[in-house]
DNA sequence: CACCATGTTTAAAT
DNA sequence: GATTTAAACATGGT
């Protein structure tokens, strides 16, 4: 479910709802600890790449949503949560209810800073450094599909995304990094920011600028798509690392560059 | 009901 | 050392 923009947008609508609230924290699956914090004033929740952080004053739960977790806010209405959830936080107005997480631990400092370290810079954090992704991608060979895949290189991007992103500057998926001009990169994360937010403020992937409905085929370029939104032709998919990428080979040929 | 999918981590193999 | 592969984990929508 979740890329970049997800997380972001849920850290602004849970600091929306719950933040400076005193919280009743519970996790009816009985997997997340709860009592330090249940009856605690929350802070904030932060996302970083696709890392949310949850803060209450003297504790941080992590949650990393893999590729099957939610977060949902449901209206307060008595009904006892479903046994798939872990962890609720209820505010005044509103439950938050997560499941199916890979990650919702609680963590310190030290292991807040191990995590930062491990990943790449986010196009969404005003004091990213893009450079940090440049380095990488400069030095390395593997293709650049699975180079914006890599959240130690650049920290958002999905599935989805890097489809369309690569689509969008007309590259080959398996175009080597150190074959990437500086200029094209920086054409890369100028984009990636701008529809990471654009992302962000609607609540989902859209490449497209006016899109002929409200389908999501048609908010995307190839993604999912059967025949490339520019040229019509055949969009090819092809399995590259561990996941599908769709591309198109007219649009973005070999040569890239 | 069967199938599919917007992810990450670890360890082992190349 | 860099990179790739395999395995494990977790739900909901169609």
New binding site residues.
């Given amino acids: 479910?979740?890329?970049g923009h997800?997380i972001h947008r849920l850290a602004r609508d849970l600091n929306g709802d719950l933040a400076g609230d005193v919280l009743r924290v519970s996790s009816p699956q009985g997997r997340v600890p709860t009592e330090t914090v249940d009856g605690a004033r929350f802070e904030r929740a932060e996302a970083v790449?696709?890392h949310l952080f949850l803060h209450f004053p003297d504790a941080c739960l992590h949650v990393?949503l893999?590729?099957?977790g939610?977060f949902r806010r449901r209206k307060l209405n008595g009904a006892p949560p479903?046994d798939?959830i872990?962890l609720r936080l209820e505010g005044p107005r509103y439950a938050w209810e997560l499941?199916?997480?890979?990650a919702s631990d609680w963590v310190d400092e030290h292991d807040i800073s191990a995590l930062l370290e491990?990943i790449g810079p986010d196009p969404l954090s005003p004091r990213a450094k893009p450079k940090l992704a440049w380095e990488m991608i400069h030095r390395?060979?593997?293709?650049l599909a699975?180079l914006l895949?890599d959240?130690r290189v650049m920290a958002g991007v999905?599935?989805?995304y890097r489809a369309e992103i690569l689509h969008l500057l007309g590259l080959h998926p398996e175009l080597p990094g150190n074959e990437l001009s500086q200029a094209t990169f920086q054409k890369l994360w100028r984009l990636t920011k701008k529809l990471l937010a654009r992302g962000v403020e609607e609540k989902t992937?859209r490449t497209v600028d006016k899109p002929s409905d409200r389908t999501?085929r048609e908010a995307l370029h190839v993604y999912g798509r059967s025949s490339c939104r520019n040229c019509k032709g055949r969009v090819v998919r092809v399995t590259l690392?561990?996941?599908?990428i769709h591309y198109c080979p007219r649009c973005q040929p070999r040569e890239g560059e």
């Fill in positions: 479910m979740p890329e997800t790449g696709k990393h893999g590729l099957f939610r479903r798939t872990r499941s199916g997480a890979t491990r390395s060979k593997r293709p699975a895949l959240q999905g599935n989805v992937i999501k690392g561990q996941r599908d």
